[in-house]
Protein backbone atom coordinates (compact mmCIF):
# COMPACT_ATOMS: atom_id res chain seq x y z
CA UNK A 1 0.00 0.00 0.00
CA UNK A 2 2.74 1.99 0.74
CA UNK A 3 4.53 1.86 -2.70
CA UNK A 4 0.92 2.63 -4.11
CA UNK A 5 0.51 5.35 -2.35
CA UNK A 6 4.41 6.50 -3.72
CA UNK A 7 3.30 6.11 -7.50
CA UNK A 8 0.20 7.98 -6.78
CA UNK A 9 2.01 10.94 -5.44
CA UNK A 10 3.94 10.73 -8.31
CA UNK A 11 1.33 11.18 -10.54
CA UNK A 12 -0.44 13.89 -8.73
CA UNK A 13 -2.97 11.81 -7.79
CA UNK A 14 -2.83 12.98 -4.19
CA UNK A 15 -6.46 12.12 -2.80
CA UNK A 16 -5.57 8.61 -3.51
CA UNK A 17 -2.02 8.24 -2.13
CA UNK A 18 -3.89 9.90 1.07
CA UNK A 19 -6.72 7.12 1.38
CA UNK A 20 -3.56 5.25 0.85
CA UNK A 21 -1.45 5.86 3.30
CA UNK A 22 -4.67 6.03 6.32
CA UNK A 23 -5.24 2.37 5.12
CA UNK A 24 -1.97 1.07 5.89
CA UNK A 25 -1.69 3.90 8.72
CA UNK A 26 -4.59 1.81 10.43
CA UNK A 27 -2.67 -1.58 9.40
CA UNK A 28 0.60 -0.61 11.20
CA UNK A 29 -1.68 0.30 14.20
CA UNK A 30 -3.33 -3.05 14.26
CA UNK A 31 0.55 -4.83 13.99
CA UNK A 32 1.69 -2.14 16.92
CA UNK A 33 4.75 -1.71 13.83
CA UNK A 34 6.39 1.71 15.45
CA UNK A 35 8.76 1.83 13.14
CA UNK A 36 6.00 1.65 9.62
CA UNK A 37 3.98 3.81 11.76
CA UNK A 38 6.31 6.76 11.65
CA UNK A 39 7.69 6.23 8.48
CA UNK A 40 4.16 6.32 7.08
CA UNK A 41 3.38 9.52 9.13
CA UNK A 42 6.55 11.41 7.66
CA UNK A 43 5.00 10.32 4.08
CA UNK A 44 1.77 11.95 4.86
CA UNK A 45 3.59 14.71 6.01
CA UNK A 46 5.60 15.23 3.21
CA UNK A 47 2.79 15.10 1.32
CA UNK A 48 0.90 17.56 3.35
CA UNK A 49 4.17 19.87 2.69
CA UNK A 50 3.32 19.32 -0.91
CA UNK A 51 -0.72 19.71 -0.94
CA UNK A 52 0.45 23.15 0.91
CA UNK A 53 -1.49 21.81 3.99
CA UNK A 54 0.58 23.63 6.38
CA UNK A 55 -1.13 22.99 9.39
CA UNK A 56 -1.61 19.37 9.06
CA UNK A 57 2.17 19.24 7.32
CA UNK A 58 3.43 20.82 10.58
CA UNK A 59 1.87 19.02 13.14
CA UNK A 60 2.86 15.30 11.12
CA UNK A 61 6.24 15.94 11.10
CA UNK A 62 6.15 17.40 14.89
CA UNK A 63 4.96 13.88 15.46
CA UNK A 64 7.31 12.21 13.37
CA UNK A 65 9.92 13.85 15.45
CA UNK A 66 8.50 13.37 18.98
CA UNK A 67 8.56 9.31 17.95
CA UNK A 68 11.88 9.56 16.46
CA UNK A 69 13.23 11.07 19.87
CA UNK A 70 11.28 8.81 21.84
CA UNK A 71 12.61 5.73 20.48
CA UNK A 72 16.05 6.84 21.07
CA UNK A 73 17.47 8.51 18.30
CA UNK A 74 19.45 11.30 19.18
CA UNK A 75 18.44 15.24 18.84
CA UNK A 76 21.06 16.37 16.45
CA UNK A 77 20.30 12.55 14.10
CA UNK A 78 20.33 13.46 10.80
CA UNK A 79 16.85 11.70 10.82
CA UNK A 80 15.69 14.03 13.28
CA UNK A 81 17.65 17.75 10.80
CA UNK A 82 15.92 16.30 7.74
CA UNK A 83 12.51 16.87 9.94
CA UNK A 84 13.42 19.85 11.33
CA UNK A 85 14.15 21.26 7.97
CA UNK A 86 10.68 21.02 6.26
CA UNK A 87 9.09 22.12 9.57
CA UNK A 88 11.67 25.54 8.90
CA UNK A 89 10.08 25.47 5.18
CA UNK A 90 6.03 24.80 7.10
CA UNK A 91 7.33 27.91 9.29
CA UNK A 92 8.24 30.29 6.33
CA UNK A 93 5.66 29.40 4.01
CA UNK A 94 3.48 29.95 7.13
CA UNK A 95 5.44 33.67 7.26
CA UNK A 96 6.76 32.76 10.92
CA UNK A 97 10.25 34.45 9.48
CA UNK A 98 12.12 34.30 12.99
CA UNK A 99 11.55 30.85 13.38
CA UNK A 100 11.71 30.01 10.24
CA UNK A 101 15.37 31.38 10.23
CA UNK A 102 16.36 29.78 13.46
CA UNK A 103 15.12 26.64 12.43
CA UNK A 104 17.47 26.88 9.38
CA UNK A 105 20.26 28.34 11.32
CA UNK A 106 19.86 25.37 13.55
CA UNK A 107 19.80 22.77 10.75
CA UNK A 108 23.08 24.48 8.25
CA UNK A 109 25.21 23.57 11.23
CA UNK A 110 24.77 20.40 11.70
CA UNK A 111 24.48 19.36 8.57
CA UNK A 112 27.85 21.23 7.33
CA UNK A 113 29.47 19.28 10.02
CA UNK A 114 28.21 16.56 9.41
CA UNK A 115 29.22 17.10 5.32
CA UNK A 116 32.69 18.19 6.53
CA UNK A 117 33.41 14.52 8.15
CA UNK A 118 31.06 12.52 5.54
CA UNK A 119 30.57 14.39 2.35
CA UNK A 120 27.83 11.68 0.42
CA UNK A 121 25.56 12.65 -2.18
CA UNK A 122 22.80 11.93 0.41
CA UNK A 123 24.11 14.81 2.41
CA UNK A 124 24.93 17.07 -0.16
CA UNK A 125 21.33 16.77 -1.60
CA UNK A 126 19.89 17.68 2.00
CA UNK A 127 22.52 20.46 1.78
CA UNK A 128 21.26 22.16 -1.31
CA UNK A 129 17.55 21.68 -0.19
CA UNK A 130 18.19 23.94 2.87
CA UNK A 131 20.13 26.39 1.11
CA UNK A 132 17.74 26.41 -1.38
CA UNK A 133 14.66 26.87 0.69
CA UNK A 134 16.88 28.89 3.15
CA UNK A 135 17.86 31.34 0.22
CA UNK A 136 13.77 31.50 -0.76
CA UNK A 137 12.89 32.63 2.56
CA UNK A 138 15.71 35.55 2.40
CA UNK A 139 14.63 36.78 -0.92
CA UNK A 140 10.82 36.51 0.57
CA UNK A 141 12.31 39.48 3.40
CA UNK A 142 13.62 41.04 0.61
CA UNK A 143 17.47 40.09 1.71
CA UNK A 144 18.08 39.65 -1.72
CA UNK A 145 21.87 39.37 -1.86
CA UNK A 146 21.76 36.76 1.29
CA UNK A 147 18.71 35.08 -1.02
CA UNK A 148 21.12 34.68 -4.16
CA UNK A 149 24.22 33.65 -2.55
CA UNK A 150 22.53 30.25 -0.51
CA UNK A 151 20.36 29.48 -4.37
CA UNK A 152 23.76 29.73 -5.78
CA UNK A 153 25.09 27.56 -3.56
CA UNK A 154 22.33 25.34 -3.83
CA UNK A 155 22.46 25.02 -7.79
CA UNK A 156 25.95 24.20 -7.74
CA UNK A 157 25.61 21.83 -5.76
CA UNK A 158 22.31 20.63 -6.97
CA UNK A 159 23.80 20.16 -10.77
CA UNK A 160 26.50 17.61 -9.28
CA UNK A 161 23.65 14.98 -8.52
CA UNK A 162 23.21 12.46 -9.90
CA UNK A 163 19.36 11.96 -9.22
CA UNK A 164 17.89 15.52 -9.75
CA UNK A 165 15.97 15.98 -12.80
CA UNK A 166 16.56 18.11 -15.31
CA UNK A 167 13.66 20.41 -15.19
CA UNK A 168 14.45 21.50 -11.57
CA UNK A 169 17.51 22.69 -12.52
CA UNK A 170 16.41 24.93 -15.27
CA UNK A 171 13.91 26.42 -12.78
CA UNK A 172 16.29 26.89 -10.28
CA UNK A 173 18.27 28.71 -12.96
CA UNK A 174 15.40 30.79 -13.77
CA UNK A 175 14.31 31.98 -10.18
CA UNK A 176 17.75 33.04 -9.78
CA UNK A 177 17.90 34.98 -12.58
CA UNK A 178 14.72 36.56 -11.12
CA UNK A 179 16.42 37.39 -7.83
CA UNK A 180 19.22 39.16 -10.07
CA UNK A 181 16.38 41.10 -11.73
CA UNK A 182 14.83 42.05 -8.41
CA UNK A 183 18.51 43.47 -7.74
CA UNK A 184 18.75 45.28 -10.64
CA UNK A 185 21.07 42.90 -12.01
CA UNK A 186 20.00 42.56 -15.38
CA UNK A 187 22.82 40.92 -17.07
CA UNK A 188 23.14 38.64 -14.61
CA UNK A 189 19.03 38.15 -15.29
CA UNK A 190 19.64 37.75 -18.51
CA UNK A 191 22.79 34.68 -18.19
CA UNK A 192 20.47 32.85 -15.73
CA UNK A 193 17.37 32.60 -17.41
CA UNK A 194 19.32 32.11 -20.67
CA UNK A 195 21.10 29.13 -19.19
CA UNK A 196 17.54 28.05 -17.84
CA UNK A 197 16.31 28.53 -21.14
CA UNK A 198 18.87 26.35 -22.82
CA UNK A 199 18.16 23.66 -20.69
CA UNK A 200 14.16 23.73 -21.20
CA UNK A 201 14.46 23.81 -24.47
CA UNK A 202 16.06 19.93 -24.71
CA UNK A 203 12.89 19.01 -22.26
CA UNK A 204 9.64 19.08 -23.97
CA UNK A 205 7.27 18.10 -21.35
CA UNK A 206 8.39 21.23 -19.63
CA UNK A 207 5.36 23.13 -18.65
CA UNK A 208 7.22 26.22 -17.52
CA UNK A 209 9.22 27.19 -20.12
CA UNK A 210 6.89 29.84 -21.37
CA UNK A 211 7.42 31.48 -17.96
CA UNK A 212 11.07 31.29 -18.96
CA UNK A 213 10.73 33.01 -22.53
CA UNK A 214 8.85 35.57 -20.67
CA UNK A 215 11.35 36.07 -17.99
CA UNK A 216 14.23 36.91 -20.43
CA UNK A 217 12.21 39.49 -22.88
CA UNK A 218 11.54 41.14 -19.36
CA UNK A 219 14.82 41.06 -19.40
CA UNK A 220 15.82 42.20 -22.57
CA UNK A 221 13.23 44.66 -21.97
CA UNK A 222 15.06 46.55 -19.21
CA UNK A 223 17.32 47.34 -21.19
CA UNK A 224 15.98 48.47 -24.06
CA UNK A 225 17.01 45.30 -26.22
CA UNK A 226 13.45 45.73 -27.95
CA UNK A 227 13.39 43.55 -30.89
CA UNK A 228 14.85 41.19 -28.56
CA UNK A 229 12.08 41.75 -25.80
CA UNK A 230 9.28 41.29 -28.39
CA UNK A 231 10.69 37.78 -29.96
CA UNK A 232 11.14 36.13 -26.39
CA UNK A 233 7.83 37.48 -25.20
CA UNK A 234 5.95 36.33 -28.26
CA UNK A 235 7.75 33.00 -27.98
CA UNK A 236 6.11 32.44 -24.68
CA UNK A 237 2.72 33.68 -25.60
CA UNK A 238 2.52 30.94 -28.65
CA UNK A 239 3.73 28.13 -25.81
CA UNK A 240 0.97 29.56 -23.81
CA UNK A 241 -1.37 29.41 -25.69
CA UNK A 242 -0.31 25.70 -27.05
CA UNK A 243 -0.37 24.57 -23.52
CA UNK A 244 -3.54 26.45 -22.43
CA UNK A 245 -2.12 28.11 -19.83
CA UNK A 246 -3.93 31.05 -18.90
CA UNK A 247 -1.31 32.76 -16.35
CA UNK A 248 1.70 32.30 -18.44
CA UNK A 249 -0.45 33.68 -21.47
CA UNK A 250 -1.40 36.48 -19.31
CA UNK A 251 2.16 37.66 -18.26
CA UNK A 252 3.32 37.29 -21.49
CA UNK A 253 0.43 39.83 -22.91
CA UNK A 254 1.11 42.20 -20.43
CA UNK A 255 4.76 42.04 -21.62
CA UNK A 256 4.04 42.90 -25.04
CA UNK A 257 1.52 45.38 -24.10
CA UNK A 258 4.70 47.05 -22.61
CA UNK A 259 7.12 46.63 -25.32
CA UNK A 260 4.65 48.25 -27.15
CA UNK A 261 4.18 51.08 -24.97
CA UNK A 262 8.20 51.84 -24.77
CA UNK A 263 8.37 51.72 -28.52
CA UNK A 264 5.29 54.38 -28.64
Not at 12 to 23: C, F, S
Not at 24 to 37: E, S
Not at 67 to 80: A, F
Request: glycine letters at 4%; proline letters at 2%.
Amino acid sequence: MIKHSLLFMQRNEYDKAEQLLHVALRQAQQMHHDLGVTYIYDLMANLALQRERLDQAKKLFVSVAQRLISSGVPQDDLRIVQVSVKLARVSHLLKEYETAQLGFDWCLERINNEYLRNPTEELKKLLAMTEDWYGRLFVECEKYDKGFNYMLNAYNKMKELSDVDPEHIAVQLNDIGTVCDQMDRVDDCILYVSKALDLGKTLPEMEDLGAIYVNLGRAYMKKRMIESAHQYCGYGLRLAILNKNNDIKREAAQCIAEIKNIVV
